[in-house]
């Protein structure tokens, strides 16, 4: 049987959904995908910092990371259209996630869980960390650990461009519209009613528009969890090398990595702190001079003497509930599928999101990986998934 699935948001997840659902032999029918921002200036897919870790702490998340570096490794094969190839420039230096001493019991069972994960990770002490990195202060430093595989970070934005460029070579219609509301014959959506007057009619809908799904949602009375947060993420140069730095997570919530000859900053804002929705997205400078300049000093004696240059700002697409996705069908419309609330790991687990809502779609449940534990049933019933290892 024929069906049309209409995908509301066409980033990373909702692109590698139309993906894997048009490479589907078992799929009948036509994907149409609305975006309504197809240059992706605001779209968090293209403004992340596009990194990929195994240090999670539910063995769900794992599994997806495991699946994300494996696709993208194959991805020039997988995703290639007329002879063009995506190099998504996949670096494997890892995470260094570093503890206080009120931090280390939480970091030693993070440890256990993905040991018994085979995740490779080290455990080190603080002076482990210096043999490994001569140029970091172990100052309240309590204990690290270090992905010695299959982490690190990639082109985001090119896997973004990828997945949208082979659904497209796969038959995938996108379209350049906004959704703005649904038309439904009770418990079941017919159409997708744009901003444009139109409408597109379909026999299933996935919610895959990031910080906006929550929104999305609601044109449905549905309480989707999912909130727009900024985050600020700053470019500077230090002339002073730093061998082997791998992306940094620091007990002040500072993160930063190497990014070509340059660097990248973040930081995430302390429990409490004011992190309201929906903010503009202008550049809060001030918090690269009040916060993560002071903070890569004391981490990196280097970065005492750096040179910012340019900053941009994006959408956290933040999960309020459990700081996880939301994924699969609602329990009263049927043919309506979450995919969104993915908490700043959207980017890396993109390729088995999409893989597991095409395997719903098409074959009637999930075949490779089980994601059940995302579904949206835990948030009627208020049972959070916990994912510790949140940055």
Same mark, same amino acid.
């Given at each position: 049987?024929?069906?049309?699935?209409?995908?509301?948001?066409?980033?990373?997840?909702?692109?590698?959904?139309?993906?894997?659902?048009?490479?589907?032999?078992?799929?009948?029918?036509?994907?149409?995908?609305?975006?309504?921002?197809?240059?992706?200036?605001?779209?968090?897919?293209?403004?992340?910092?596009?990194?990929?870790?195994?240090?999670?702490?539910?063995?769900?998340?794992?599994?997806? #990371?495991?699946? %994300?570096?494996?696709? *993208? $490794? /194959?991805?020039?094969?997988?995703?290639?259209?007329?002879?063009?190839?995506? !190099? &998504?420039?996949?670096?494997?230096?890892?995470?260094?996630?570093?503890? #206080?001493?009120? %931090?280390?019991?939480? *970091? $030693? /069972?993070?440890?256990?869980?993905?040991?018994?994960?085979?995740?490779?990770? !080290? &455990?080190?002490?603080?002076?482990?960390?210096?043999?490994?990195?001569?140029?970091?202060?172990?100052?309240?430093?309590?204990?690290?650990?270090?992905?010695?595989?299959?982490?690190?970070?990639?082109?985001?934005?090119?896997?973004?461009?990828?997945?949208?460029?082979?659904?497209?070579?796969?038959?995938?219609?996108?379209?350049a519209e906004e959704a703005t509301g649904f038309e439904r014959?009770?418990?079941?959506?017919?159409?997708?009613?744009?901003?444009?007057?139109?409408?597109?009619?379909?026999?299933?809908?996935?919610?895959a528009a990031g910080p906006w799904s929550g929104k999305v949602?609601?044109?449905?009375?549905?309480?989707?969890?999912?909130?727009?947060?900024?985050?600020?993420?700053?470019?500077?140069?230090?002339?002073?090398?730093?061998?082997?730095?791998?992306?940094?997570?620091?007990?002040?919530?500072?993160?930063?990595?190497?990014?070509?000859?340059?660097?990248?900053?973040?930081?995430?804002?302390?429990?409490?702190?004011?992190?309201?929705?929906?903010?503009?997205?202008?550049?809060?400078?001030?918090?690269?001079?009040?916060?993560?300049?002071?903070?890569?000093?004391?981490?990196?004696?280097?970065?005492?003497?750096?040179?910012?240059?340019?900053?941009?700002?994006?959408?956290?697409?933040?999960?309020?509930?459990?700081?996880?996705?939301?994924?699969?069908?609602?329990?009263?419309?049927?043919?309506?599928?979450?995919?969104?609330?993915?908490?700043?790991?959207?980017?890396?687990?993109?390729?088995?999101?999409?893989?597991?809502?095409?395997?719903?779609?098409?074959?009637?449940?999930?075949?490779?990986?089980?994601?059940?534990?995302?579904?949206?049933?835990?948030?009627?019933?208020?049972?959070?998934?916990?994912?510790?290892?949140?940055?």
């Amino acid at each position: 049987m024929s069906r049309t699935v209409a995908i509301v948001g066409g980033g990373a997840i909702g692109s590698s959904t139309a993906y894997f659902l048009a490479s589907d032999p078992q799929f009948q029918g036509e994907v149409v995908v609305i975006e309504r921002d197809p240059s992706y200036q605001l779209a968090s897919s293209a403004l992340s910092a596009s990194s990929i870790r195994l240090q999670f702490s539910t063995p769900l998340n794992i599994a997806l #990371s495991r699946f %994300g570096m494996q696709f *993208l $490794r /194959e991805a020039p094969d997988r995703m290639e259209v007329d002879g063009d190839r995506p !190099a &998504l420039s996949v670096n494997e230096k890892g995470y260094l996630v570093i503890a #206080s001493e009120e %931090g280390i019991p939480t *970091l $030693r /069972e993070l440890h256990r869980i993905q040991r018994e994960l085979d995740v490779p990770v !080290a &455990l080190l002490e603080p002076a482990q960390v210096k043999e490994r990195f001569p140029w970091i202060s172990t100052e309240g430093i309590g204990a690290a650990s270090l992905g010695l595989k299959h982490e690190g970070w990639f082109d985001g934005y090119g896997l973004l461009q990828a997945f949208r460029r082979k659904a497209r070579a796969l038959g995938v219609r996108y379209l350049a519209e906004e959704a703005t509301g649904f038309e439904r014959a009770g418990d079941t959506i017919r159409s997708v009613t744009l901003k444009s007057g139109g409408n597109v009619a379909c026999d299933v809908v996935v919610d895959a528009a990031g910080p906006w799904s929550g929104k999305v949602a609601a044109f449905l009375g549905i309480d989707l969890p999912v909130r727009a947060r900024k985050r600020n993420v700053f470019v500077f140069s230090c002339r002073e090398p730093l061998p082997d730095c791998p992306l940094i997570i620091d007990p002040s919530g500072l993160w930063f990595r190497p990014e070509g000859d340059k660097y990248i900053a973040g930081i995430t804002p302390k429990e409490g702190e004011p992190d309201p929705d929906d903010l503009p997205l202008e550049v809060d400078h001030h918090i690269f001079d009040e916060a993560i300049w002071p903070a890569l000093a004391t981490r990196v004696p280097a970065f005492e003497s750096i040179k910012p240059s340019r900053a941009w700002a994006g959408y956290y697409e933040l999960n309020t509930l459990d700081h996880n996705g939301v994924v699969g069908p609602h329990p009263a419309i049927g043919n309506l599928i979450f995919a969104a609330g993915f908490s700043g790991h959207g980017i890396q687990h993109s390729p088995g999101v999409g893989r597991a809502v095409a395997e719903l779609i098409a074959q009637g449940g999930y075949r490779s990986l089980d994601l059940t534990p995302l579904s949206y049933d835990r948030v009627l019933e208020g049972k959070p998934l916990r994912e510790l290892n949140v940055f």
